[in-house]
């Protein structure tokens, strides 16, 4: 079984299955020859794991892979590079250490008569690479780690060219690159695809895939959705494809409350900045609201909890609390300041397995008074039931090990923690991922009662589409780390959410 002459690569049916997981169930990928075609799907549809099949990071456990009319099967990502093969990832894999000309060659160092490295001969190659095919003029004799990200991301590609690959891959180029370095990437990009060479391209920014790709393959949880000339897809259905969700206009459904907040504001950010992460934000959260965070998996929004909460400091802008600047630096400057946050990884960032439930509740509230103002047992054995009482949390009683309750009975026990600091601004990142549809509606029910009955502000983060609706008074859009735009009140279904994720809702904002 041959392969389409028109295709450099055809991957079929491809399974990849790991211990209790499957993350690739027949996901198919077709790549033409000099073309620019992107690999889409939000975070955990299986792009990284299709590309590491391809470049012989993991061995598939089924299907096949054709490469330049051959059957191959990659042992290792130095045989698929000897091949044709060359990824350059968002963190530049090369040694900082070295020279720009020895991280070109390694491996391949030119040789004189006695075989040793023939250094001016390696220099001057690097030197004329590097002006010819990317238009650098570079001291190649300097270490890498002399250059800044995208000129070291640069050197990677020229190091792919050389080694004469037929695909490159690049893995989230431009995630740290500014808007002038991303369209001088752009440019070599388009002038390595009229050389013939074709390239995967991997990137979150849907402007970007418009402006540069010819083609989009779509992946979800594993699987092949469809592959997509751009200019027959519009972003809204790409939006949809990549959610598994159709768009339907009519479709708008109640919120829970939509009585208009206080005009308090409890949390406001101007022009904030976070390298990487959060794009110049100015945005506010309302006393007695819930504000949803709206966007594509890997769009931003836990990266605007985590730097709401001082888990990432900000690199330029303003944070003000309660109407006053704040200088944060860490998260307890905003526990300080009532600001509590129920991170997304509960098992990595949330429970403390080998501790009772009532251990875990007391938690946040004995590191904010500090480990010298012990709180007294009875003082923590009431403050365990009370909450234990008010979230219905189902445990044989207080002393029971956090780890042996369920994935929702845990969620709320995190809940109760951060509820005992009584904070004034509660941060939920996916409260209901992974727990059951009874729970998953009475944590939603419970961020609309805080927020009406005890005029708490409840940011809400989640990535379905139903959930924020009945959820959520206000909806940040968020995409490629920036606020798009903002639904209120009537203006919020799901139909308007994935519109303005697409870029195509134009609402009275």
């Known amino acids: ?43 955990g549809a299986g792009k990284s794991t299709l590309v590491k099949v391809l470049t012989g990071v993991y061995h598939k456990t089924a299907g096949q892979v054709f490469y330049d009319g051959k059957q191959i099967e990659p042992q290792s990502p130095l045989q698929s590079q000897q091949i044709g093969i060359s990824t350059v990832y968002q963190e530049v894999n090369l040694c900082g250490n070295l020279t720009v000309a020895e991280n070109i060659y390694i491996g391949r ?17 690097a030197k004329e690479l590097l002006k010819n095919e990317l238009g650098l003029d570079l001291d190649v004799d300097k270490t890498l780690s002399f250059y800044p990200v995208a000129v070291q991301q640069m050197i990677a590609i020229a190091r792919a060219i050389d080694t004469q690959c037929k695909i490159l891959i690049l893995d989230e180029p431009t995630s740290s690159l500014s808007d002038r370095e991303t369209e001088r990437l752009f440019a070599i990009m388009r002038k390595l695809k009229a050389q013939g060479i074709s390239i995967i391209f991997i990137s979150h920014f849907l402007e970007q895939i418009y402006t540069i790709c010819d ?16 200019p027959h897809l519009e972003r809204l259905q790409l939006i ?43 945005m506010n959260i309302k006393k007695g609201e819930v504000v ?17 909460f001082g888990v990432t400091p900000i690199n330029s802008g303003e ?8 200088k944060v630096k860490e998260p307890m400057d905003q526990m300080m300041n009532r600001i509590a946050f129920c991170p997304e990884d509960r098992k990595i960032a949330g429970i403390i397995g080998d501790l009772s439930v009532r251990e875990n509740i007391i938690l946040a509230l004995q590191a904010k008074d500090g480990m010298f103002k012990h709180m007294p047992m009875s003082e923590q054995k009431a403050l365990a039931d009370k909450y234990i009482e008010l979230l219905r ?28 600091t009584k904070p004034n601004l509660l941060i939920l990142d996916e409260p209901t991922r992974g727990i059951d549809v009874g729970t998953k509606s009475e944590i939603e029910a419970l961020a609309v009662r805080l927020a009406k009955e005890e005029g708490m502000s409840v940011v809400f983060i989640s990535g379905e589409m139903g959930e924020m609706v009945r959820t959520c008074s206000r ?24 519109q303005a994720i697409a870029g195509d809702y134009h609402g009275s904002n």
């Open 1 to 43: 079984m041959g392969e389409n002459d028109e295709f450099i690569l055809q991957m079929k049916d491809i399974d990849m299955f790991f211990p209790g997981v499957k993350a690739l169930k027949k996901a198919k990928f077709n790549l033409k020859k000099g073309e620019i075609h992107s690999l889409m799907g939000e975070n």
């Open 109 to 125: 160092e030119p040789r004189g008569s006695f075989g040793q490295i023939d250094w001016h001969k390696m220099n001057s190659q």
């Open 215 to 230: 083609r989009i393959t779509i992946l979800r949880d594993g699987e092949y959705v469809g592959e997509y000339d751009i």
């Open 240 to 282: 949809s494809k990549m959610m598994g969700k159709e768009v339907n206009e009519n479709q708008i459904e109640s919120n829970v409350d939509k009585s208009v907040p206080k005009d308090e504001y409890i949390v406001e950010t101007n022009n904030v900045v976070v390298d990487g992460k959060v794009k110049d934000l100015t």
């Open 292 to 308: 949803g965070f709206a966007g594509l998996l890997g769009s931003g929004r836990t990266e605007i909890a985590d730097m709401l």
């Open 319 to 326: 944070i003000k609390v309660d109407g006053v600047s704040v």
């Open 393 to 420: 949390i189902k445990v044989s009683d207080r002393e029971q090990l956090i780890k042996n309750l369920s994935g929702g009975n845990q969620q709320k026990v995190i809940i109760a923690r951060w509820l005992a």
């Open 475 to 498: 909806i940040l859009i968020i995409r490629d780390h920036e606020k798009l735009t903002e639904l209120n009140g009537d203006e919020i279904s799901t139909a308007h959410i994935m």
